[in-house]
């Protein structure tokens, strides 16, 4: 038993190694896809640090949210009690407002979902933020999400970052979710140096060592299309005026809306070692136990 243990983290910084190989090999698969097929929605991942230095009050508010919410009793407030992960930023920019999501853990609820945090910044400076819970299911492939009956939950409190009245489409009411369907959708990390160069543009990273060139990876995933129940929606910017509650719930109604909010869970670092690990196409002779599994839930601020 000892020497399992002494073992064991050896195994671990295995894993990081095999998770950069397994994500090598998904990217050099979906770009053979790219010349034949447009990406409905362009997703950026940015790093925390990076993220830091091109967009700081962005930053500074995601972390003051997790140290407050990190400082909450759990007993209090469902929502209440969890960290932020923001080594990876989700990044997704809509008609009126952009889109942040991390990782969360330290929460709950965190071995039975898997929780991201949700920040919907609107061009006109309103805030809003969220939990996405997407429940753990058990299959014979191992964990899997279970993607159609994900929640979101507003965060409410002092957490919440919202002006009064400050109303928006699809935010007024309980999330819900409209749909849930495969979109062909692209992933740019854009270049780590100070000018943070995206996917395309000359980058010198190819002759500097403090740097990573940037990258794009390109396939099917699962979005979800959330809407509301229970309230209205406001009217278009400028417009002076606020649809009627109640009767009309659906944002896709009147194209001047707010784009819908559609999710696609960014797993913690972990989840993302357990998937490569346990994907068939690696092997079919190596799997993660349980107890792996918990260890790795356990230390996932470590392994960042």
């Known amino acids: 038993m000892k020497r399992i243990f002494r073992l064991f ?5 295995a894993a990081l190694m095999i998770v950069i190989s397994c994500q090598h090999d998904d990217a050099v698969r979906q770009n053979e896809q790219i010349e034949t097929l447009e990406p409905q929605l362009s997703i950026i991942m940015e790093s925390g640090e990076h993220l830091r230095t091109i967009n700081p009050t962005i930053y500074q508010r995601l972390s003051e949210t997790s140290r407050h919410a990190g400082a909450l009793d759990n007993a209090e407030n469902d929502t209440a ?9 989700q990044i997704i920019e809509r008609n009126t407002y952009t889109q942040y999501t991390t990782s969360v853990f330290d929460h709950a609820e965190y071995q039975t979902y898997l929780i991201n945090y949700l920040l919907l910044h609107f061009d006109d400076g309103s805030q809003y933020q969220f939990l996405v819970k997407y429940p753990r299911i058990i299959t014979d492939q191992g964990t899997e999400l279970d993607r159609a009956n994900a929640v979101m939950e507003r965060i409410d409190g002092d957490t919440l970052l919202q002006a009064e009245n400050d109303v928006h489409p699809c935010l007024d009411g309980v999330p819900e979710i409209l749909n849930t369907y495969q979109q062909y959708n692209c992933e740019e990390t854009p270049c780590t140096g100070r ?3 995206n996917w395309g543009e000359n980058c010198p990273c190819a002759t500097l060592s403090n740097c990573t060139m940037p990258t794009r990876s390109c396939g099917w995933q699962t979005v979800n299309v959330w809407t509301c129940s229970g309230g209205g929606t406001q009217a278009p910017s400028g417009d002076g005026g606020t649809a009627d509650g109640g009767n009309n719930n659906d944002p896709n109604d009147d194209p001047n809306n707010d784009d819908p909010i559609e999710t696609v869970p960014i797993l913690s670092d972990w989840e993302q070692i357990e998937d490569c690990m346990n994907t068939a196409s690696f092997t079919e002779n190596i799997q993660l136990t349980s107890a792996m599994v918990v260890w790795l839930q356990t230390n996932n601020s470590q392994i960042a």
């Open 195 to 197: 000018e943070g160069h």
């Open 9 to 13: 983290p050896l195994s671990v910084l």
């Open 81 to 89: 009690g969890f960290t932020l992960d923001l080594s990876m930023v």
